[in-house]
């Protein structure tokens, strides 16, 4: 397709367990972005990569929260022992190049539930 | 600390109106700014931008307004149409970095 892809759009899981969230982003897009979207609030910065590397991973919230991209495309974001505050909408964004005034391009998100 | 803030959680208005939301940022190294459009269950789309050498940018019915001197944007949109119903979030970067700052949203409810 022609749009960021991200799966699964939809994952309940119990607290404790670990998951992980997938995303395709547009082909030949560079930068890839992790947000989150907790519910009633706005979208919260999680990590960025360009190409593999991760320069800023500032935004993940604790040591559980990893990501990674392989082959400059598909990127990972895993949470271990997940907890009911890990509940939110996970999205995924890319952009064709490093700054420069480029927008992201969102796809549609995974919602997790944590129960 | 929120460095893009939307004030109103909502807005609503009738079709045919303007339609005007509003942003504020605190940082002033800011000089990118955006507005994305939000429908349920989808994930944000890329509406219109502005940089920070310009004080208006017009695309058909939308027009962005910065202030730099205020730390202020806004987001007109005329004539409003329902279709327009959505959250919209304004988001603010410096042009050569890659972290973007987000507000929480402003929902549109344009009414037939």
């Known amino acids: 397709g022609a749009g960021v892809s991200q799966s699964p759009s939809n994952k309940v899981t119990e607290k404790g367990k670990d998951v992980e969230l997938r995303c395709d982003p547009i082909?030949?897009?560079?930068?890839l972005y992790w947000y989150r979207q907790s519910l009633g609030q706005g979208l919260e910065f999680l990590i960025y990569?360009?190409?593999?590397?991760?320069?800023?991973k500032s935004g993940l919230p604790s040591d559980r929260f990893s990501a990674e991209r392989t082959g400059g495309s598909v990127s990972t974001l895993t949470i271990q022992r997940t907890q009911q505050e890990d509940s939110a909408v996970y999205l995924c964004a890319s952009s064709p190049r490093q700054g420069a005034g480029s927008p992201l391009h969102f796809g549609n998100g995974t919602r997790l539930t944590v129960t | 600390d929120q460095q893009v803030k939307q004030n109103s959680p909502s807005l609503s208005v009738q079709e045919g109106r303007i339609s005007i939301l509003n942003c504020d940022y605190t940082?002033?190294?800011?000089?990118?700014f955006l507005w994305y459009k939000k429908y349920p269950a989808e994930g944000p789309t890329f509406l219109i931008s502005i940089s920070s050498i310009k004080d208006k940018n017009e695309d058909g019915r939308f027009t962005v307004f910065l202030n730099k001197s205020a730390k202020h944007l806004s987001l007109h949109i005329v004539p409003s149409q329902p279709g327009d119903s959505a959250v919209y979030f304004c988001a603010a970067s410096l042009y050569n970095f890659n972290k973007f700052y987000f507000g929480s949203g402003t929902k549109l409810n344009v009414k037939p």
């Open positions: 990569f360009q190409g593999n590397s991760a320069p800023d």
């Open positions: 940082n002033s190294m800011f000089d990118y």
């Open positions: 082909s030949g897009h560079t930068a």
